[in-house]
């Protein structure tokens, strides 16, 4: 019988050190302007405004698989960025420079770590039969950044929105998910997110758990791994499927 749990990754299986969770583009944004000593012009409070729209996964509803190269994805991510600097006061020349800087602090490996609780529950979950996958709107070096973090001893497989070319909640995005996964008999879809993670999942026909966030319309949720691996525990006793 194939179990297998699909994670979200930044804000449920790890992120950026930074103190920022669900900040960590502003945060990059930010830590380019003081790696070029250009924080004095700039109000860190006027960045996160700025990013509310062209970002690939704020508009799920629509394919982007026309970035299907991480190249052609940092294109458009840094054409954000640049508009961003530019909106804040700094010419073309300046914008160009401090995007390319912030591309680079954003996959500065050092700068990511995994939550506390998260490999020895997963590796816990695995010896109780669960297969594990992440599934993930994220930048092209999610791999890479799982790696750096150890997650490949314990991660099958990987499906990245910036590699698929489908984000969270689009359905496609799971039903790729549910492809590589080789149709389990069982399934959830584990996230930090109501909309992408929850939501969205249940769109595609797959149950889920809110981890790490509270929302009263979650059906199941937790405060941490621990939560979940006695709550799956628990089906298992019962026969739950």
Same mark, same amino acid.
């Given at each position: 019988?194939?179990? !297998?749990?699909?994670?979200?990754?930044?804000?449920? /299986?790890?992120?950026?050190?930074?103190?920022?969770?669900?900040?960590?583009?502003?945060?990059?944004?930010?830590?380019?302007?003081?790696?070029?000593?250009?924080?004095?012009?700039?109000?860190?409070?006027?960045? =996160?405004?700025?990013?509310?729209? %062209?970002?690939?996964?704020?508009?799920?509803?629509?394919?982007?698989?026309?970035? @299907?190269?991480?190249?052609?994805?940092?294109?458009?991510?840094?054409?954000?960025?640049?508009?961003? #600097?530019?909106d804040l006061g700094f010419s073309n020349d300046i914008?160009?420079?401090?995007?390319?800087?912030?591309?680079?602090?954003? !996959?500065?490996?050092?700068?990511?770590? =995994? #939550?506390?609780?998260?490999?020895?529950? /997963?590796?816990?979950?695995?010896?109780? %039969?669960?297969?594990?996958?992440?599934?993930?709107?994220?930048?092209?070096?999610?791999?890479?950044?799982?790696?750096?973090?150890? /997650?490949?001893?314990?991660?099958?497989?990987? !499906? @990245?929105?910036?590699?698929?070319?489908?984000?969270?909640?689009?359905?496609?995005?799971?039903?790729?998910?549910?492809?590589?996964? %080789?149709?389990?008999?069982?399934?959830?879809?584990?996230?930090? @997110?109501?909309?992408?993670?929850i939501f969205g999942a249940q769109q595609a026909g797959?149950?889920?758990?809110?981890?790490?966030?509270?929302?009263?319309?979650?059906?199941?949720?937790?405060?941490?791994?621990?939560?979940?691996?006695?709550?799956?525990a628990v089906r298992g006793t019962t026969g739950h499927?």
């Open positions: 019988m194939k179990k !297998v749990l699909f994670w979200d990754f930044d804000g449920t /299986l790890g992120g950026r050190i930074d103190g920022l969770k669900g900040k960590a583009w502003s945060a990059s944004i930010w830590e380019a302007l003081v790696e070029h000593n250009l924080q004095h012009y700039v109000n860190r409070d006027d960045i =996160l405004p700025r990013l509310g729209q %062209g970002f690939p996964w704020q508009e799920p509803e629509k394919p982007h698989i026309h970035l @299907n190269t991480p190249a052609l994805w940092w294109a458009h991510i840094e054409s954000i960025f640049k508009q961003i #600097y530019e914008a160009n420079r401090l995007s390319a800087t912030a591309r680079i602090k954003y !996959v500065d490996l050092p700068m990511w770590e =995994l #939550y506390p609780d998260t490999l020895p529950v /997963l590796q816990s979950l695995a010896e109780q %039969g669960w297969s594990h996958m992440i599934v993930s709107n994220h930048v092209p070096e999610l791999r890479t950044i799982a790696a750096h973090l150890g /997650l490949q001893t314990v991660i099958s497989e990987i !499906v @990245n929105s910036a590699e698929v070319g489908y984000e969270k909640p689009n359905p496609e995005i799971f039903h790729i998910a549910m492809k590589k996964a %080789g149709t389990p008999h069982e399934v959830w879809m584990i996230g930090d @997110n109501i909309d992408a993670d797959i149950p889920s758990i809110l981890v790490r966030e509270k929302d009263p319309r979650a059906e199941h949720q937790f405060d941490d791994f621990y939560g979940v691996a006695k709550f799956l499927q």
